[in-house]
């Protein structure tokens, strides 16, 4: 054999790290929380939940729909949502997104309350699932999480962790401004590239 | 044919017919003891785009969350049972006769491996939870997205009732041989 | 304080390792003696600072400093002194650092026994040792540093080690792993400084095989340890789950034990020389692999959360650029070098072929097995797991062609052999291993198991031409005792070691064929009968330790014919920081079974699920590693790796004439 044949043949071992290479490559960036979540596509599940201020009010899956919103899923011992807060309730102030609250298994009712009033409410319902039931359905891994509702009801999008400028600009708000569009709402003008 | 050329032929030939014999064995062995992962919802509605069940008779895993209150012990031996949920509202009913892992809980993610007896019962051979805390089964983590997560605030060591924290920092990585599973 | 002083020598060591990377290597293209030179007192320093950190990190935690984030997290004031020491390597920082100590140990130790070689040749070798380490002390620094602070929260205790860690077997287990898994870098080093130079000659074998060979010793026991550490600590009395981190360090093993094998011909012969380089970059490759797979959390964990992609990512890049990189250089190189030696189909050449294409294709299987369900899932053909069976299954094929090639090779000469001059020897071997191997279970056992019957008779066979080859040894001798010790120690390391590999089958044989395991459900008072032996569970207590409570129960075994064995004690421990429950099992242990009683859980009534297994034979799985390890000790010390006064003198000289 020449030299160059033999360079070749001996270069097989190289060839097969670098497939195996991309594999492992691949494999480190699958992150679990970015497939899609068995619920996408699918209806929100039904369900009945007492109102976080009113004990005697019951809400079930008819707030959902109509109208495009997100469901926020959070909790008072969760310091990542006590960070996101400021950017609800800045959605709220410029953007006046639809926002249903999902209190997921706090401590106690009270302290879910008194964090409201301090830090400001940028829900339209509040929710209060002190058992993680609709959080179980929904297939919740931990809070935050946020879900993007269209109009029929439908689950568009799931994002677990906090919601921030970026996230809100490269994918949760696209997918909220796309669905308000197809519901022909109004969009707010510094918003409108979103859905470009 | 001179000496020299047999020479190499008959050793070329023999590992060539070494080679195919090993990943005969090797293709073999694995269509054997592949085992695919269900979650409970895919073993009820079925698995993919086609929906696919799997058949009473066959060996798999599933991972899921112990249902709370499903735990119950079955006459006077050692056969336990209890149910496996993901996103619902599919359950399945794991059988296990034997000694369950230290970290078994109710609510917490558990993966079973066994056969299917039953479209909805699952005969174990092995229960396994994972020693870390934090730990969720890699197939459910990513099937199923959805583990039960308690402020800390409320965890207490309770074996009937205690449920897992899901905190999101890391875990301790374990280091060396067997570290892993608990049975 | 010493947070800082630990966290500053490790980045000295960094530096250390850079300058030894480059230096010596442009010493080698100038010809520049002094350059050359200086590669052994910048390993020292490397090695001293490393050390000085890793002193640092103990000094945190015995002083329990938990201002150091790592501390704060693996320790805590109630755990023992001697777990506060070892839970310096419980988890992933410190255990690095201590990866890093075996690493700069490994070149030290090479800079100090590297006086023998051509300067030329070292300076090329501690240089790829820099390089190594140039990678590991970025990868610490950037995104793994134990010297973290808490601060300003510092807290007021720690978290507490895993319980599961605090114990002897963990003691020993991870040091032992490292240094295997490290030594194959020495290996590495000797293999692409000579590519580096072009020169694949035998005098690059003959000097990287006492190397090659300590590593292997290391890695030997450092997996026996773990596999003992599982059995007795785990609970579940298996001794071996291919589970991938597991897999991750038989990987370099079975690529070590074809490197050492294939060494030899290499050595003797100058033959297989770029297979046998291939084989010591593979080694080295693997034990990175390993440790990506490990610690990127690719495999083992996959939470969400957890899987910062930067760490894993660091080490795969590192990964690609030192495997991507030597097997370049290997292809482009080892092209270029001829093999003229001649042999026959039957000679050693010839069977240290089989034994190497074997333990290859043993490497690729698990290899296989650990990786696939990765890549399975990765073309989106969905989860899978592959079972043990898979790997008990080929492991099983490939051991029958491997144990009986085992048998020839030792009593076969290089080059040529007549099938003839060994008919004989090899009939009666053959007659005896068959005999004894269907007798033993006949006399002993109540069935006769086919598989049982099958790996005595490879044991027996791999035992009785290893007789027959010292016997041919000695054969023309007059004295057969003293010509039998003027062997040489490596050839009786090759002797102890494949009759530590014919232990081993015969454990592993009889304990998966005649094992008996029993769960039964048992209170105070009640006894059961397994195996011959009467389990009497005498009383449960509960106990307090110093940092866990435990329930305890005492077991009384006694034989069937009411004699008594021993008092043992199983206990279900409560770590009360950490919050987890652990089992201690309860061992009775003699050379030819293991009685063995873990704790279930307890049940409504006050009675508890335990498990019983008699374990015949387990010990010799462990005893046979242990022979191996020793035989690979004996082989170090024979005569040819000792020190030649002598030629070290001169080698000396000459160094000290191109350095001026």
């Known amino acids: 054999m020449s030299v160059k044949t033999r360079t070749l043949v001996l270069l097989t071992p190289l060839v097969l790290f670098l497939l195996l290479a991309i594999f492992l490559f691949k494999g480190l960036f699958s992150d679990p929380t970015k497939l899609d979540s068995a619920l996408i596509g699918r209806e929100v599940p039904s369900f009945e939940l007492p109102d976080l201020y009113q004990p005697d009010v019951t809400h079930n899956q008819e707030i959902v729909g109509g109208r495009p919103m997100l469901i926020n899923v959070w909790a008072t011992w969760c310091p990542t949502c006590y960070a996101e807060h400021t950017f609800l309730n800045q959605l709220l102030a410029e953007e006046d997104v639809y926002i249903i609250g999902l209190n997921y298994k706090d401590d106690s009712r009270g302290a879910a309350v008194r964090w409201l009033q301090d830090l400001g409410d940028p829900y339209a319902i509040n929710l209060f699932d002190f058992t993680g039931l609709l959080a179980l359905d929904l297939g919740v891994y931990g809070a935050p999480e946020t879900f993007v509702v269209d109009a029929e009801g439908i689950i568009r999008y799931r994002h677990v962790g906090d919601l921030n400028e970026r996230v809100w600009r490269t994918e949760v708000g696209p997918v909220y401004y796309r669905a308000m569009q197809e519901s022909g709402l109004e969009i707010p003008e510094h918003r409108m590239e979103l859905v470009e | ?183 | 304080m010493i947070g800082e002083v630990g966290h500053f020598a490790l980045a000295l060591a960094f530096a250390f390792s850079a300058l030894l990377a480059v230096i010596p290597l442009i010493g080698v293209a100038r010809s520049h003696g002094g350059q050359m030179a200086i590669a052994r007192p910048l390993t020292y320093g490397m090695f001293i600072f490393t050390l000085i950190s890793f002193i640092a990190l103990v000094w945190g935690f015995l002083a329990n400093d938990f201002s150091i984030a790592y501390v704060a997290n693996n320790s805590n004031t109630a755990l023992p002194a001697i777990y506060r020491f070892t839970a310096v390597w419980g988890s992933h920082e410190g255990s690095f650092l201590l990866w890093m100590l075996v690493q700069a140990s490994w070149a030290a130790a090479l800079a100090v026994f590297s006086k023998r070689l051509p300067l030329v040749f070292a300076a090329r070798v501690l240089a790829v040792m820099g390089m190594i380490g140039v990678g590991f002390y970025l990868f610490m620094l950037l995104t793994s540093n134990p010297f973290e602070r808490t601060i300003p929260l510092i807290p007021v205790d720690g978290r507490d080690l895993n319980p599961l860690l605090q114990d002897p077997g963990m003691i020993i287990h991870p040091p032992l792993l490292y240094m295997g898994y490290v030594g194959m870098s020495v290996a590495f080093a000797f293999a692409i400084a000579a590519l580096l130079g072009g020169r694949l000659d035998s005098a690059w074998a003959r000097w990287s095989r006492p190397w090659t060979i300590a590593a292997w010793v290391f890695l030997t026991l450092g997996i026996m340890v773990g596999s003992w550490w599982a059995y007795y600590e785990l609970g579940w009395g298996g001794w071996w789950f291919w589970d991938p981190v597991e897999n991750a360090s038989f990987l370099p093993w079975l690529a070590g034990t074809a490197l050492m094998h294939s060494l030899a011909v290499t050595e003797k012969r100058g033959t297989f020389k770029s297979w046998t380089v291939l084989l010591a970059i593979s080694a080295f490759s693997l034990s990175l692999l390993g440790t990506f797979l490990v610690r990127s959390g690719v495999l083992v964990s996959v939470h969400a959360f957890a899987s910062d992609p930067t760490r894993g990512m660091f080490l795969l890049s590192f990964l690609g650029v030192v495997i991507a990189g030597s097997l370049l250089l290997y292809a482009i190189r080892a092209a270029k070098v001829q093999s003229h030696s001649r042999y026959d189909l039957f000679s050693r050449e010839v069977l240290l072929l089989g034994n190497n294409l074997l333990l290859v294709t043993a490497t690729m299987v698990v290899l296989v097995g650990t990786l696939l369900p990765l890549v399975h899932q990765q073309l989106g053909l969905g989860n899978i797991s592959i079972g043990e069976p898979f790997f008990d299954e080929v492991f099983m094929w490939l051991t029958i062609p491997f144990a009986i090639l085992l048998g020839f090779g030792p009593l076969t000469r290089w080059k040529r052999q007549k099938f003839a001059e060994l008919r004989n020897s090899l009939l009666l071997a053959m007659a005896l291993a068959v005999g004894i191997g269907f007798a033993l279970p006949w006399i002993f056992a109540d069935v006769i198991s086919g598989l049982a019957v099958l790996g005595l008779i490879l044991a027996l066979w791999i035992v009785f031409t290893t007789v027959a080859e010292l016997r041919l040894r000695v054969a023309s001798r007059e004295h057969k005792w003293p010509a039998l010790v003027k062997l040489g120690r490596s050839h009786w390391g090759m002797v102890l070691g494949h009759l530590g590999f014919a232990v081993m089958i015969i454990g592993i044989a009889v304990v998966q064929n005649y094992e008996i395991e029993r769960t039964v459900r048992m209170g105070a008072g009640d006894t059961a009968n397994v195996g011959g032996y009467q389990f009497h569970f005498r009383d449960m207590q509960e106990r307090q330790g110093p940092n866990f409570i435990s329930d305890s129960a005492t077991f009384v075994i006694s034989r069937e014919n009411g004699k008594h064995v021993a008092d043992v004690v199983a206990e279900k421990r409560f770590y009360t920081v950490t919050r987890q429950i652990q089992t201690q099992t309860a061992l009775q242990v003699n050379p030819f079974r293991d009685l063995y009683i873990a704790l279930g859980e307890e049940l409504d009534d006050g009675s508890w699920a335990v498990r019983i297994h008699v374990k015949p034979f387990v010990r010799w799985i462990w005893a046979g590693a242990i022979l191996m390890a020793i035989g690979g000790v004996c082989s170090l010390t024979d005569k040819r790796y000792r020190l030649r006064r002598r030629e070290e003198k001169k080698a000396r000289k000459q160094n000290a004439a191109e350095a001026s």
């Open chain 2, 1 to 183: 044919m001179n000496p020299r050329r047999k020479k190499r032929l008959i050793m070329t030939s023999s590992i060539l017919v070494g080679a195919a014999f090993a990943t005969g064995l090797v293709l073999y062995a694995l269509s054997q003891n592949i085992d695919l992962f269900y979650t409970p919802t895919e073993i009820v509605q079925g698995k993919g785009d086609n929906e696919v069940k799997p058949e009473v008779g066959q060996r798999l895993r599933v991972g899921g969350l112990v249902v709370p209150g499903s735990v119950r012990r079955e006459g006077s031996g050692l056969t336990v049972a209890f149910n496996l949920i993901d996103v619902g509202p599919a359950e399945i009913t794991v059988e296990y006769e034997g000694i369950l892992p230290d970290l078994f809980r109710e609510g917490q993610g558990i993966v079973a491996q066994g056969i299917l007896v039953a479209p909805n019962r699952l005969q174990a051979s092995e229960v396994l939870a994972r020693h870390d805390e934090e730990y969720m089964p890699p197939g459910l983590a990513e099937a199923l997205k959805g583990i039960e997560h308690v402020p800390p605030s409320q965890q207490n060591y309770n074996q009937n009732n205690d449920n897992q924290s899901n905190d999101k920092n890391n875990g301790a990585e374990e280091e060396g041989s067997g570290g892993g599973y608990d049975r």
